[in-house]
């Protein structure tokens, strides 16, 4: 397994231009979250998903959308990008209701994209 | 979900116990409490969580106070590679619950030599 996995690694903007973060798992899991990382800052959530199909603002939603049109891609759109987004971005994953553990487990990271907007 | 206190940061000298304390003073019943870690440039990894028993995995152990106030990760012989951010997190555990985590800073925890 691959686990979370994200596309891609890094990217260099500049303000006004538009990106779509890819995220994939391999787990056949329900949850998919987006989080940015500021530095000496903890992850914040930007949008999250319960399923395929469905999608839920998080803590800082705006200037981003999010699709999930299949179950294991979970996409992070940046529209038009500002230099205040220039961040750390990680995906994560977690099993749903039919998972073992759940509503106790964990979410699992991918490795993050760091992004720079000129 | 209830806030949490930690310490900024804390060395720790390889081969020994390293002891990370994290306060949650205003937790409820219903509130676990977690802990993440995230090693330099790499997402966050999950540890341990608890509600009040103590609970212990090959990662590490958790302990928490019989009031739930505060809690004690534990990595019984720390080495090189547990340098990383520490997060301890108290969230609500329901089955409708999509699994919300509010990072806060963090400890750095730095392994020495």
């Known amino acids: 397994n691959a686990g979370v996995t994200q596309t891609p690694k890094f990217r260099v903007l500049k303000t006004g231009q538009s990106m779509t973060l890819l995220c994939a798992q391999d787990?056949?899991?329900?949850?998919m979250y987006w989080y940015r990382q500021d530095p000496g800052m903890g992850l914040r959530l930007i949008h999250y998903?319960?399923?395929?199909?469905?999608?839920a603002k998080g803590e800082v939603p705006d200037g981003y959308n999010v699709s999930r049109l299949k179950k294991q891609n979970f996409l992070l759109g940046l529209e038009s990008a500002a230099p205040s987004q220039t961040s750390v971005y990680f995906c994560?994953?977690?099993?749903?209701?039919?998972?073992?553990?759940?509503?106790?487990?964990?979410?699992?990271f991918g490795p993050g994209t760091r992004l720079t907007v000129l | 979900d209830a806030k949490t206190t930690q310490p900024p940061s804390m060395d720790c000298a390889e081969g020994r116990a390293a002891n990370l304390p994290c306060n949650h003073s205003?937790?409820?019943?219903?509130?676990?409490v977690y802990w993440y870690r995230q090693i330099h440039s790499q997402g966050p990894q999950y540890i341990i969580h608890?509600?009040?028993n103590n609970e212990t995995n090959e990662m590490a152990s958790l302990i928490i106070t019989e009031d739930r106030k505060s809690s004690t990760l534990i990595l019984p012989h720390a080495t090189l590679r547990d340098t990383a951010v520490y997060y301890c997190?108290?969230?609500?555990?329901?089955?409708?619950?999509?699994?919300?985590?509010?990072f806060g800073a963090g400890t750095q925890v730095v392994v020495t030599p």
């Open positions: 994560a994953s977690r099993t749903g209701t039919s998972g073992r553990d759940f509503p106790y487990n964990e979410q699992f």
């Open positions: 997190i108290v969230r609500v555990v329901k089955a409708d619950s999509w699994g919300k985590l509010q």
């Open positions: 787990m056949n899991h329900e949850y």
């Open positions: 608890g509600l009040k």
């Open positions: 205003t937790i409820s019943g219903n509130e676990y």
């Open positions: 998903s319960v399923g395929e199909g469905t999608t």
